[in-house]
């Protein structure tokens, strides 16, 4: 970066940094009393929480048509989120007016060390993260998203009303998770920076947020680990909403304050270097495999693509990986194999990957809202724990009284959770079960869903009572799952009523089983200290080791009958064509009809492979007893604290929430062993992908406060192995940003384009061009015509007008369209037709696909005219005006259009 860029790029940084700041101020009124239940008051989670409200004000007035994609619209959504903060914050009693028992105001301001740890974290991450960006700037076609990422974000900056339309298919509205995006582009007006440097500034962002929040998390476990935490004085001990805890006014023994503070700094450090930072064990496998260290027979039943050659002869390698891309291998270490034994490749990527990858993919937009929601769920659970029993209910109001959730309260909860729907749709069910569950492990330490079968004899009207409570509290729960559910939907219902996807249905997983050396490759020291802090937990609990094999093969027996029976199921019903078949139940049924089974190249042995594979996924259930037993050993755990605590005052304690986090990223790592969503790739790859990403984040999250605590109790072995799988964990991201560096080998910068200047000159000063001239033509952003990636293609360089101007163009990356839509109806109807604008030498031919599509400006640049003839594109010149000519690009603009059917048009850019 030379002295001219350094400044004002560093500038724009400054500026940047300071508008994020200014959501997080304008959230924290409302942000403080919300988290009153967490001992940070939630201070680490405003910013978070400010851009996704003002996010949803903003994209929500903009959709009514009540607000325009202008600066003033997001400073309007900034005003009524600092607006209801205030309103909110006004409901605290004054303590001057109010009785004795009213809470001071004070009470909810987080503590100093607080507000300064998560400062410090978000403003050392972002610094260094922009640092990592520099280095690595550059928005390429091959390796990622970028191309579609920059599109999005251009075309949400070019549009005046929401929804955006669709770069890559003019006409057609985004038909994506694109809400963050939104929020992106609200940052890059607010902060007037060009949209190239916003796309690095963003990502930089997304990492210091991560960074932010999970620190924040691991300090509230902390702080209400194992006693009374360190909390609110004595003095805020009034009102039951608003404690942090029931402990004695007296506040709580000066050896539980010491301990809890060591037990919050240090998760709080640990967290965002087990989150964002750490990568798998992939990257020091690649150390020795490029130094020549293992068997060749070793590398081969690792089976991890490109390791499973044999390595060089020891001495005569190098201790640092030098083939090409070797850093992207981190997220390709499962290997699965179809039921003919061809390769199925599948995706892992971890949140160090994705942030030295550098796409602003959804996965990696939703990450800081993930934490968010985590924050929501304990703040929930901490509420819970403090419920009065039973008899005692008597709060004013259905939801106070269930959930302690004023109105205001579950609105902002419904927003939080359903908002992930729209940054990335995995994730909502995910964080409201995780939420619903948090709920209901509160309930239980506090009688609320209790059941104790000895009450039967005390007589039938006690049992009846017991079976009554039980049924009401299971119907709460119930009600809370689904009410959350139906508010996330239908607070974001314009997004859900256009958006149209891939996903096919749920499939079972016959063939592929997770081996268990590939899943310790990638989750080796997560699952270590997950599986050290479950077992210490049941020992101190009491569970025997006997009644958790017991439960982990009736469980695993009982998962294979059940999925035995729904195949079976769905293979009748298809065989009647009462369905389609699909997946493993077309093998099914094309066996019941004696039909050649698909995919079969020699059907006189398929049934003989497929029995063998059968077999082979039969004996390898090594990975699934594993998860198995850690989910069961939780259950159990948590099952025989609550017979043990039952009925009494259940102490602040992070140990559960915990055990959940453990429990739920456990069920998604097992959830992909027999299921996955069926989609255009036919294969596991995209739910391991998006199923693994989030165990990453909650093992991460659970990782960092168990290591604490351990080092807390002096479990010195525990942590020297665990520091030691760390380390290694930590060979990836110490080689691969350097690597990953080494690949752009320019000179520093933050913008991302800077790149295209020596790469496509051409095309580069035409983009520029585009991007400071054109503009709306009349409500509508025009329509540029540019050659396609047709015939699904993607990850080409076509598209790369659209992409980096955000004008639509009737076809960019034609796959992803297809994944986008579901369908490639559409994307095959335009690709003749854009053939011929490009071809034909008829005038009235070019003349009415240019009205049917109103196209207003045609590019014909280097990658133009090395695919079309030249007479195809000559003719433009006699029936166009030119309004850029340059270095081998011209671009023409459609002044008149000149058929007669021009007169009467359909709008534009409706939702399809």
């Given at each position: 970066m030379?002295?001219?860029?350094?400044?004002?790029?560093?500038?724009?940084?400054?500026?940047?940094?300071?508008?994020?700041?200014?959501?997080?101020?304008?959230?924290?009124?409302?942000?403080?009393?919300?988290?009153?239940?967490?001992?940070?008051?939630?201070?680490?989670?405003?910013?978070?929480?400010?851009?996704?409200?003002?996010?949803?004000?903003?994209?929500?007035?903009?959709?009514?048509?009540?607000?325009?994609?202008?600066?003033?619209?997001?400073?309007?959504?900034?005003?009524?989120?600092?607006?209801?903060?205030?309103?909110?914050?006004?409901?605290?009693?004054?303590?001057?007016?109010?009785?004795?028992?009213?809470?001071?105001?004070?009470?909810l301001?987080?503590?100093?060390?607080?507000?300064?740890?998560?400062?410090?974290?978000?403003?050392?991450?972002?610094?260094?993260?922009?640092?990592?960006?520099?280095?690595?700037?550059?928005?390429?076609t091959?390796?990622?998203?970028?191309?579609?990422?920059?599109?999005?974000?251009?075309?949400?900056?070019?549009?005046?009303?929401?929804?955006?339309?669709?770069?890559?298919?003019?006409?057609?509205?985004?038909?994506?998770?694109?809400?963050?995006?939104?929020?992106?582009?609200?940052?890059?007006?607010?902060?007037?920076?060009?949209?190239?440097?916003?796309?690095?500034?963003?990502?930089?962002?997304?990492?210091?947020?991560?960074?932010?929040?999970?620190?924040?998390?691991?300090?509230?476990?902390?702080?209400?680990?194992n006693?009374?935490?360190?909390?609110?004085?004595?003095?805020?001990?009034?009102?039951?909403?608003?404690?942090?805890?029931?402990?004695?006014?007296?506040?709580?023994?000066?050896?539980?304050?010491?301990?809890?503070?060591?037990?919050?700094?240090?998760?709080?450090?640990?967290?965002?270097?087990?989150?964002?930072?750490?990568?798998?064990?992939?990257?020091?496998?690649?150390?020795?495999h490029?130094?020549?260290?293992?068997?060749?027979?070793?590398?081969a039943?690792?089976?991890?693509?490109?390791?499973?050659?044999?390595?060089?002869?020891?001495?005569?390698?190098?201790?640092?990986?030098?083939?090409?891309f070797?850093?992207?291998?981190?997220?390709?270490?499962?290997?699965?194999y179809?039921?003919?034994?061809?390769?199925?490749?599948?995706?892992?990527?971890?949140p160090?990957?994705?942030?030295?990858?550098?796409?602003?993919?959804?996965?990696?937009?939703?990450?800081?809202?993930?934490?968010?929601?985590?924050?929501?769920?304990?703040?929930?659970?901490?509420?819970?724990?403090?419920?009065?029993?039973?008899?005692?209910?008597?709060?004013?109001?259905?939801?106070?009284?269930?959930?302690?959730?004023?109105?205001?309260?579950?609105?902002?909860?419904?927003?939080?959770?359903?908002?992930?729907?729209?940054?990335?749709?995995?994730?909502?069910?995910i964080?409201?079960?995780?939420?619903?569950?948090?709920?209901?492990?509160?309930?239980?330490?506090?009688?609320?869903?209790?059941?104790?079968t000895?009450?039967?004899?005390?007589?039938?009207?006690?049992?009846?009572?017991?079976?009554?409570?039980?049924?009401?509290?299971?119907?709460?729960?119930?009600?809370?799952?689904?009410?959350?559910?139906?508010?996330?939907?239908?607070?974001?219902?314009?997004?859900?009523?256009?958006?149209?996807?891939?996903?096919?249905g749920?499939?079972?997983?016959?063939?592929?089983?997770?081996?268990?050396?590939?899943?310790?490759?990638?989750?080796?020291?997560?699952?270590?200290?997950?599986?050290?802090?479950?077992?210490?937990?049941?020992?101190?609990?009491?569970?025997?080791?006997?009644?958790?094999?017991?439960?982990?093969?009736?469980?695993?027996?009982?998962?294979?009958?059940?999925?035995?029976l729904?195949?079976?199921?769905?293979?009748?019903?298809?065989?009647?064509?009462?369905?389609?078949?699909?997946?493993?139940?077309?093998?099914?049924?094309?066996?019941?009809?004696?039909?050649?089974?698909?995919?079969?190249?020699?059907?006189?042995?398929?049934?003989?492979?497929?029995?063998r594979?059968?077999?082979?996924?039969?004996?390898?259930?090594?990975?699934?007893?594993?998860?198995?037993?850690?989910?069961?050993?939780?259950?159990?755990?948590?099952?025989?604290?609550?017979?043990?605590?039952?009925?009494?005052?259940?102490?602040s304690?992070s140990?559960?929430?915990?055990?959940?986090?453990?429990?739920?990223?456990?069920?998604?790592?097992?959830?992909?062993?027999?299921?996955?969503?069926?989609?255009?790739?036919?294969?596991?790859?995209?739910?391991?992908?998006?199923?693994?990403?989030?165990?990453?984040?909650?093992?991460?999250?659970?990782?960092?406060?168990?290591?604490?605590?351990?080092?807390?109790?002096?479990?010195?072995g525990?942590?020297?192995?665990?520091?030691?799988?760390?380390?290694?964990?930590?060979?990836?991201?110490?080689l691969?940003?350097?690597?990953?560096?080494?690949?752009?080998?320019?000179?520093?910068?933050?913008?991302?384009t800077?790149?295209?200047?020596?790469?496509q000159?051409?095309?580069?000063?035409?983009?520029?061009?585009?991007?400071?001239?054109?503009?709306?033509?009349?409500?509508?952003?025009?329509?540029?015509?540019?050659?396609?990636?047709?015939?699904?293609?993607?990850?080409?360089y076509?598209?790369?007008?659209?992409?980096?101007?955000?004008?639509?163009?009737?076809?960019?990356?034609?796959?992803?369209?297809?994944?986008?839509?579901?369908?490639?109806?559409?994307?095959?109807?335009?690709?003749?037709?854009?053939?011929?604008?490009?071809?034909?030498?008829?005038?009235?031919?070019?003349?009415?696909l240019?009205?049917?599509?109103?196209?207003?400006?045609?590019?014909?640049?280097?990658?133009?005219?090395?695919?079309?003839?030249?007479?195809?594109?000559?003719?433009?010149?006699?029936?166009?005006?030119?309004?850029?000519d340059?270095?081998?690009?011209?671009?023409?603009?459609?002044?008149?259009?000149r058929?007669?059917?021009?007169?009467?048009?359909?709008?534009?850019?409706?939702?399809?």
């Amino acid at each position: 970066m030379t002295a001219d860029t350094l400044l004002p790029q560093a500038l724009l940084a400054l500026r940047w940094y300071v508008v994020v700041q200014a959501f997080g101020l304008a959230a924290l009124p409302l942000c403080l009393r919300l988290f009153r239940h967490l001992p940070d008051r939630g201070y680490g989670m405003s910013k978070p929480l400010g851009l996704l409200l003002a996010g949803w004000t903003f994209w929500l007035l903009t959709t009514l048509g009540w607000l325009h994609n202008t600066v003033g619209g997001i400073l309007v959504a900034l005003g009524l989120l600092l607006a209801l903060g205030l309103v909110v914050k006004a409901q605290i009693p004054n303590p001057k007016s109010q009785s004795p028992n009213s809470k001071p105001a004070s009470c909810l301001l987080p503590p100093a060390s607080s507000i300064l740890l998560s400062e410090l974290v978000f403003a050392l991450a972002f610094v260094a993260w922009c640092l990592v960006r520099a280095h690595m700037p550059r928005i390429q076609t091959a390796g990622g998203e970028k191309w579609m990422e920059i599109a999005f974000l251009r075309a949400i900056l070019r549009a005046d009303t929401f929804p955006p339309h669709d770069p890559w298919l003019s006409g057609f509205a985004i038909s994506y998770y694109h809400f963050g995006y939104i929020i992106v582009a609200m940052l890059t007006r607010l902060a007037a920076v060009p949209p190239s440097i916003a796309f690095n500034l963003g990502i930089a962002t997304l990492f210091a947020l991560t960074c932010a929040g999970a620190s924040t998390l691991a300090y509230n476990l902390g702080y209400v680990t194992n006693g009374p935490p360190l909390g609110p004085p004595a003095s805020c001990r009034h009102d039951d909403h608003d404690l942090t805890t029931d402990g004695p006014p007296t506040g709580p023994p000066a050896s539980y304050r010491h301990a809890n503070r060591a037990v919050a700094f240090g998760g709080a450090v640990l967290a965002p270097l087990l989150v964002a930072v750490m990568g798998n064990l992939e990257g020091l496998l690649e150390v020795f495999h490029a130094a020549g260290v293992g068997s060749a027979g070793f590398w081969a039943w690792l089976d991890i693509t490109r390791l499973d050659q044999p390595p060089v002869p020891f001495g005569q390698g190098t201790w640092v990986p030098t083939r090409f891309f070797w850093w992207w291998q981190a997220s390709r270490v499962l290997q699965d194999y179809g039921p003919w034994g061809g390769e199925q490749h599948v995706i892992d990527e971890f949140p160090g990957f994705s942030f030295i990858l550098g796409d602003m993919h959804p996965h990696v937009l939703a990450l800081p809202f993930v934490l968010l929601a985590l924050a929501l769920a304990l703040n929930l659970y901490l509420a819970a724990l403090k419920r009065p029993g039973s008899s005692q209910a008597t709060k004013p109001g259905f939801l106070r009284e269930t959930w302690f959730l004023s109105p205001w309260e579950f609105l902002v909860y419904a927003l939080c959770l359903g908002g992930l729907g729209f940054l990335n749709t995995w994730d909502f069910p995910i964080y409201l079960f995780v939420l619903v569950a948090a709920y209901a492990l509160a309930a239980l330490r506090t009688s609320y869903l209790t059941f104790d079968t000895s009450r039967l004899t005390f007589g039938v009207s006690r049992f009846t009572f017991a079976v009554s409570r039980l049924t009401f509290d299971v119907l709460h729960l119930a009600f809370l799952f689904l009410s959350l559910l139906i508010a996330g939907i239908l607070l974001y219902f314009p997004f859900w009523a256009s958006f149209q996807s891939q996903a096919g249905g749920i499939l079972i997983n016959v063939f592929s089983a997770t081996r268990l050396p590939q899943f310790l490759v990638m989750f080796g020291p997560l699952a270590f200290i997950a599986v050290a802090f479950v077992a210490g937990e049941a020992r101190r609990s009491g569970v025997r080791m006997a009644r958790v094999l017991r439960w982990t093969l009736a469980v695993l027996v009982g998962i294979l009958v059940l999925l035995a029976l729904v195949l079976a199921l769905f293979a009748l019903l298809a065989s009647l064509g009462a369905i389609q078949p699909q997946g493993p139940a077309s093998y099914a049924v094309a066996w019941i009809r004696g039909e050649p089974l698909p995919g079969v190249e020699e059907p006189a042995t398929a049934g003989d492979v497929l029995l063998r594979n059968l077999l082979a996924r039969v004996l390898n259930p090594w990975t699934a007893l594993v998860l198995i037993g850690l989910i069961a050993t939780v259950a159990l755990t948590l099952r025989e604290k609550e017979t043990r605590f039952s009925g009494k005052n259940p102490v602040s304690e992070s140990s559960d929430f915990v055990l959940l986090l453990l429990a739920t990223g456990g069920l998604l790592a097992l959830g992909v062993e027999y299921v996955y969503l069926s989609d255009h790739f036919g294969t596991r790859m995209n739910t391991v992908f998006k199923f693994y990403f989030q165990t990453w984040v909650l093992w991460a999250i659970a990782a960092a406060y168990a290591l604490a605590t351990f080092a807390r109790r002096g479990r010195v072995g525990v942590v020297a192995v665990a520091g030691l799988l760390i380390l290694a964990g930590f060979v990836y991201p110490l080689l691969a940003i350097p690597a990953r560096a080494g690949e752009y080998g320019g000179p520093p910068t933050l913008d991302a384009t800077a790149y295209l200047a020596q790469a496509q000159p051409e095309d580069y000063a035409a983009i520029a061009w585009l991007n400071e001239n054109v503009g709306r033509d009349g409500d509508v952003v025009p329509v540029i015509l540019e050659a396609p990636g047709d015939q699904f293609k993607a990850y080409v360089y076509e598209g790369r007008v659209s992409a980096h101007t955000g004008l639509p163009t009737l076809l960019g990356w034609g796959g992803h369209e297809h994944q986008w839509r579901g369908d490639y109806e559409e994307q095959a109807r335009r690709e003749p037709d854009i053939e011929a604008l490009y071809t034909s030498v008829d005038p009235d031919e070019v003349w009415a696909l240019l009205d049917e599509y109103d196209i207003r400006y045609v590019y014909v640049g280097p990658l133009e005219r090395g695919r079309y003839p030249p007479a195809g594109l000559a003719k433009f010149a006699g029936l166009l005006d030119v309004a850029y000519d340059a270095d081998g690009v011209t671009i023409y603009r459609v002044e008149e259009v000149r058929s007669p059917e021009s007169e009467v048009r359909l709008p534009r850019y409706e939702v399809k």
